[in-house]
């Protein structure tokens, strides 16, 4: 098994890798950004791929959606340190196979995740090579569903080969009766034995027969049986033919090892003893033991330890009915394998009735049995992530009856499941707002159609047990079963959230204000500070002073209004920040004037440092404060002129996207990049490189992009990269 792993962290990479590696016995490639993965996908095929969300030279989940887009593209697993519902919903709807969070949980979500993804992948698979066996059968398939409780059978599904034994094409049989389209099934007797087989699962082989009604005949040798979904299945081929040599030819043994060898199930042939007489190729291919390997021996002898005592209980049975039907054991390959087989046998009789030989069909249903194993396993696993969920959630029916809680539910709504079960889902809605949710909840069920949520979560009022209402976070969704349509209803409390929001604005506001006093009370005295420096410097001038003196006074005047000056920019940088908040005048903003006047008030700087500056049009235009997009761009552009001390200094200016009114823009330069030691906190106030400015500009940038519904990230990729978005201001 070969796995990439596409993560730009070396350490979590690493790990990520090793855990597979031990896992699933595979070999892990690691790519530490998308153009590497792009290179390793273009020669090397692999059997599942996990992706970081984030990644330095673009998002996971368009790299997700790339290789989802490529010829048999295996399952991807996302994974990501910052994950929230909205990106796992975006994640699955691309067609990820499995998210997972880096928490404290990773490990084992990592594996379970894993496992999961590479189940369905091998299941998809399974279903391909049905359909291509179903299609390409030399035997009639025709699948049924079951009405009125057996009364009759409709035809479902109707293959290429039945098409043809019939003479009749699939448009005209499906959705209609057996007892329509073959009229005479009844006397044939195969009606029967789609009843007793839908009543209790029970393959059984109907006897070859003559089927005759007045558009069709012929001889037909039917297998029917009945699948876990409840279809009836029958398996049959038009034996016509070689009917008539047989009775010509008096049951010729050629005409019967032919038979044989078209079944597409393994057919061998045994005496009573159990050794071998005669084997189909289908045979074989299951057991890996070909008749040379097995003539003369006992075919018993390859049946697993623990089921070789239940031989002869079996051949009990068929010398007592004739017919051992729907038999699974397990048997044991020539290469020391084990594999799961369906047997349906029946006795050989002689010319005076005694058994003679056993005829045996063996059906290799390893997969199915491994299918099945993984659905169970499925449903495991999703029954404890639902009662381990920390997370409320409901499910009501279309009447809006609450049929089940979890745990947390219980203890959300302060309600037993007791209590709940049987309720309606009025009891946990506050009363005022009942007529409201009630009419919106039950056109959802029974349409899909959202008006009281979105396919996201959303916040409204619900109500606990005593009535006391709280604030959640809630989603619904729906889904069928049984043609009954249900809801699944998430809750999360935000009461706690709600609150420290609150007191979060609180202490916001109450801090801009301390800024904006402190900073206007600052100013004068720095002011006065300044006045008195320049004063003292116009006096020295007057005053005769030994040189050496003199000096020394400029060297403490300088250094005086030095410090004066960088305090007076921190005032000013502090009351930008404090009073950036929701812009009082917005318009069309024009983001390359903008520049342009950036560009001219540092033009001198770039002179001395002989800076290229690139700016790539068109930038396009935001609905802002002209003030607020100014001391963003300024802030940013200044810090790349400032601290860029490459060789050939280049600063850039460009925007990614437009996406409706979201605008995104990267302004990057080419110096030293921003210190490792504060990459991750660069926009918190006061933090900043030594020597480096205020530790303030970078921080109004942040609240700038905020207020306007953005997010900026900071990092470095030959030198210091700013990515941040900006929305359209809407009041």
Known sequence: M???????????????????????????????????????????????????????????????????????????VILTAHGDEKTAVSAFKLGASGY?????????????????????????????????????????????????DGEDFVFKDFNKAAQAIDRISREDVIGRSVLAVFPGVREFGLFEVFQRVWKTGVPEQHPLSQYADERVSGWRDNYVYRLSSGEVVAVYADVTEQKQAEEKLQRSEELYKKLVQLSPDGIGVVDVEGNVIA???????????????????????????????????????????????????????????????????????DEDGNPSAIMAVVRDVTERRKAEET?????????????????AIVLIDSKLIISHLNPAAEKLFGFTAEEALGQSIEIMLPELRLKAHRGPLEEFIHTGQRTLTTETPSEMLLA????????AEVSVSRFQIGGEWYAEVIARDMTERKQAEEALQRANLELEGYAVNLSHDLKGPVGSASLAFSMLTSALEKVEIPE????????????????????????????????????????????????????????????EKGI??????????????????????????????????????????????????????????????????????????????????????LSTVEKIVRTYGGEIRAYNDNGACFEFTLRDYSS
């Not at 153009?35 to 673009?58: C, H, K, V």
């Not at 449903?379 to 969920?389: C, D, M």
């Not at 921190?570 to 908040?581: C, F, K, S």
């Open 612 to 697: 290229t500056v690139e700016v790539a049009s068109p930038l396009g235009a935001v609905v802002a404060s002209n003030t607020q997009i100014y001391q963003l761009f300024s802030n940013l552009i200044h810090n790349s002129i400032e601290h860029n001390q490459g060789e050939n200094p280049l600063v850039e200016i460009s925007s990614l996207d437009v996406d409706g009114t979201t605008h995104r823009f990267l302004v990057r330069d080419n110096g030293q990049g921003i210190p490792e030691e504060i990459l991750d906190d660069v926009f918190i106030p006061f933090v900043k490189a030594q020597s480096s400015g205020t530790g303030i500009g």
């Open 464 to 471: 606990g047990k005593h009535r006391t209402e709280f604030p």
């Open 375 to 391: 659905l169970r396993e499925r449903e495991t696993r999703l029954e404890a992530i639902y009662e381990g969920a920390m997370d």
């Open 100 to 148: 997972v969070v880096k928490d404290a949980r990773m490990s084992t979500m990592l594996v379970e995740e894993a496992r999961s993804a590479l189940a369905r992948a091998g299941q998809a698979k399974a279903e391909e090579r049905y359909r291509s066996v179903f299609d390409n059968s030399r035997n009639g398939i025709a699948v049924y569903e079951t009405v009125r």
């Open 279 to 349: 084997l189909s190729e289908s045979v074989s291919e299951i057991l890996g033991y070909g008749l040379e390997d097995l003539s003369g021996t006992d075919v018993f002898n390859i049946v697993t330890d623990n089921l070789r005592d239940q031989v002869p209980n079996d051949l009990e049975t068929l010398r007592e009915t004739g017919r051992l039907t729907g038999h699974e054991m397990t048997i044991t390959r020539k290469d020391g394998t084990e594999v799961f087989v369906e047997v349906n046998a029946s006795t050989i009789k």
């Open 2 to 76: 070969r796995i990439l792993t596409v993560d730009d962290e070396e350490k979590t990479a690493t790990l990520v890798s090793m855990q597979l590696e031990s896992e699933f016995e595979a070999s892990v490639d690691i790519a530490p950004d998308c153009a590497t993965a792009r290179e390793l996908l273009s020669s090397n095929s692999y059997d599942l791929i996990t992706i970081d969300y984030q990644l330095p030279d673009g998002d996971g989940l368009s790299l997700l959606e790339e290789i989802l887009g490529m010829e048999n593209a295996p399952p991807v």
């Open 548 to 607: 050496k003196d003199g000096e020394k006074l400029e060297e403490i005047i300088r250094a005086g209004k030095g410090n004066v000056n960088t305090a007076y920019k921190i005032i000013e940088n502090l009351l930008a920040m404090a009073e950036t908040g929701e812009p009082q005048e917005v318009s069309q903003v024009s983001i390359e004037e903008t520049i342009e006047r950036v560009l001219e008030e540092n033009a001198q700087m770039i002179k």
